[in-house]
């Protein structure tokens, strides 16, 4: 079996307030607000361990706050190698209306210097990377040069790890450097990449096959909202067809969430499809849990026997 580990760089902790008739330019009433240790990888961690996953998870933490973000961490049970930087760990909002979608304000404040990023680079490259899933995500802070983080990665990918990037901070053409094992872009993202949002999932499928044979990567997943995913190897390609929700809670870390169930099947070994309906069940029950809480394991197993995989 393979091991599971997530790389956090950039970590938050993601208050959620509900805030039921939001209006922007008004003074808006909050009616219950949850705090969790966040940041996207933490998010995959938590999922994952949830869901009886074994994994370990790599963060540089602000000695400012760092103690707080652990203390959640351990009340998560989420195993973690953690390094420590001056200055304090962000703090990012989430407003959720009754109706209509979430807004969510992101602090861009956090800074890592070159010697701790190295530090927590020589302890993850000290392992036996070829047994290893590593999912990277997250954008990098600022005292980093991307370069720098996508000399890391390159080891990795080198060394026989199987990485995972989930970054808005990488372009195509970073991504095609790279070319990782997994990037799962959303529908936002993938009209960045290909000048156009796909019109249908049929579209996505066709568009995630064109970016794996444009050597973005070796494997992609478009996800499509409720509407499912779109995955693509470039020899196999399918439309992953989900439940509807009735009233989806939180769509904030469901990304996150495929991701850790993405990881779960590679790391158990199943096929490629069984793998594919899990992720995406991972993402759906996880939009059933409010803020970035994981997705239930109980969520899971339902959502599972309704995803219906469409090879095309």
């Not at 961490?73 to 953690?82: A, E, H, T």
């Not at 989900?242 to 996150?256: K, R, W």
């Not at 996880?286 to 469409?310: H, I």
């Given at each position: 079996m393979k091991a599971i580990r997530t790389v956090t760089i950039n970590p938050c902790f993601d208050w959620h307030y509900t805030v039921p008739n939001f209006e922007?330019?008004?003074?808006?009433?909050?009616?219950?607000?949850?705090?969790?240790?966040?940041?996207?990888?933490?998010?995959?961690?938590?999922?994952?361990?949830v869901n009886g996953v074994e994994n370990l998870a790599y963060i540089i933490l602000g000695d400012e706050n760092g103690d707080a973000f652990v203390a959640y961490l351990k009340k998560d049970d989420i195993p973690c190698r953690c390094f420590t930087v001056k200055g304090r760990i962000r703090e990012n909002i989430t407003v959720h209306p009754s109706k209509g979608k979430e807004t969510r304000i992101s602090v861009n404040t956090f800074c890592?210097?070159?010697?701790?990023?190295?530090?927590?680079?020589?302890?993850?490259?000290?392992?036996?990377?070829?047994?290893?899933?590593?999912?990277?995500?997250?954008?990098?802070?600022?005292?980093?040069?991307?370069?720098?983080?996508?000399?890391?990665?390159?080891?990795?990918i080198a060394g026989g790890a199987r990485v995972v990037v989930d970054s808005s901070s990488f372009t195509p053409d970073d991504l095609r450097e790279l070319h990782p094992w997994f990037i799962k872009p959303n529908e936002q993202e993938i009209e960045a990449f290909l000048e156009s949002a796909p019109a249908t999932?049929?579209?996505?499928?066709?568009?995630?096959?064109?970016?794996?044979?444009?050597?973005?990567?070796?494997?992609?997943?478009?996800?499509?909202?409720g509407e499912g995913a779109a995955y693509s190897d470039g020899e196999n390609t399918y439309v992953l067809h989900i439940p509807a929700l009735e009233n989806p809670v939180s769509?904030?870390?469901?990304?996150?969430?495929?991701?850790?169930?993405?990881?779960?099947?590679?790391a158990e070994?199943?096929?490629?499809?069984?793998?594919?309906?899990?992720?995406?069940?991972?993402?759906?029950?996880?939009?059933?849990?409010?803020?970035?809480?994981?997705?239930?394991?109980?969520?899971?197993?339902?959502?599972?026997?309704?995803?219906?995989?469409?090879?095309?």
């Amino acid at each position: 079996m393979k091991a599971i580990r997530t790389v956090t760089i950039n970590p938050c902790f993601d208050w959620h307030y509900t805030v039921p008739n939001f209006e922007a330019g008004k003074e808006n009433l909050v009616t219950a607000m949850t705090v969790e240790a966040g940041g996207k990888g933490v998010n995959t961690s938590r999922a994952l361990r949830v869901n009886g996953v074994e994994n370990l998870a790599y963060i540089i933490l602000g000695d400012e706050n760092g103690d707080a973000f652990v203390a959640y961490l351990k009340k998560d049970d989420i195993p973690c190698r953690c390094f420590t930087v001056k200055g304090r760990i962000r703090e990012n909002i989430t407003v959720h209306p009754s109706k209509g979608k979430e807004t969510r304000i992101s602090v861009n404040t956090f800074c890592v210097p070159e010697a701790v990023f190295a530090e927590m680079e020589a302890a993850i490259l000290s392992e036996d990377l070829p047994n290893l899933l590593v999912s990277f995500s997250g954008r990098i802070p600022t005292g980093l040069a991307k370069s720098r983080v996508k000399e890391m990665l390159k080891k990795l990918i080198a060394g026989g790890a199987r990485v995972v990037v989930d970054s808005s901070s990488f372009t195509p053409d970073d991504l095609r450097e790279l070319h990782p094992w997994f990037i799962k872009p959303n529908e936002q993202e993938i009209e960045a990449f290909l000048e156009s949002a796909p019109a249908t999932a049929l579209d996505a499928a066709h568009a995630a096959r064109k970016l794996v044979h444009a050597g973005v990567s070796e494997t992609v997943m478009i996800s499509l909202g409720g509407e499912g995913a779109a995955y693509s190897d470039g020899e196999n390609t399918y439309v992953l067809h989900i439940p509807a929700l009735e009233n989806p809670v939180s769509t904030v870390g469901a990304g996150d969430s495929t991701i850790a169930g993405l990881l779960a099947g590679t790391a158990e070994g199943l096929p490629l499809e069984e793998t594919l309906r899990l992720a995406v069940s991972y993402g759906t029950a996880a939009c059933m849990t409010a803020g970035t809480l994981p997705p239930r394991p109980e969520d899971v197993k339902t959502v599972l026997g309704q995803v219906r995989a469409e090879r095309v």
